[in-house]
Nanobody, 115 residues
């Protein structure tokens, strides 16, 4: 089965930027939707952004204009470019890939926004 591995998280000051990557161990060509989600301790996981295999994107209202989701099918990798980060963006970020045979999740990467 395809494994997903996130990277790029870390500590950044408010107003800063980070780029998250989600590398798949196999092809993402038939992943009809891929997405980034985030979850704080004790809270439900929430969608941040999604992208279809036709490159149609959707964003949570809280990140519109600040985050950009993209995917590179040739590299089997999805990205989340995060700019103008706010303290409330602090969370564990997870990537997912929706295949016809099921959904795969990564293990998560911590993003902390603090001065």
């Amino acid at each position: 089965q395809v494994q997903l591995v996130e990277s790029g998280g870390g500590l950044v000051q408010p107003g800063g930027s980070l780029r998250l990557s989600c590398a798949a161990s196999g092809s993402i060509l038939d992943a009809y939707v891929m997405g980034w989600y985030r979850q704080a301790p004790g809270k439900q996981r929430e969608v941040v952004a999604t992208i279809t295999n036709g490159d149609n994107t959707n964003y949570a209202d809280s990140v519109k204009g600040r985050f950009i989701i993209s995917r590179d099918n040739a590299k089997n990798t999805m990205y989340l470019q995060m700019s103008s980060l706010k303290t409330e963006d602090t969370d564990v970020y997870y990537c997912s890939a929706h295949y016809p045979r099921g959904i795969r999740w990564g293990q998560g990467t911590q993003v902390s926004v603090s001065s």
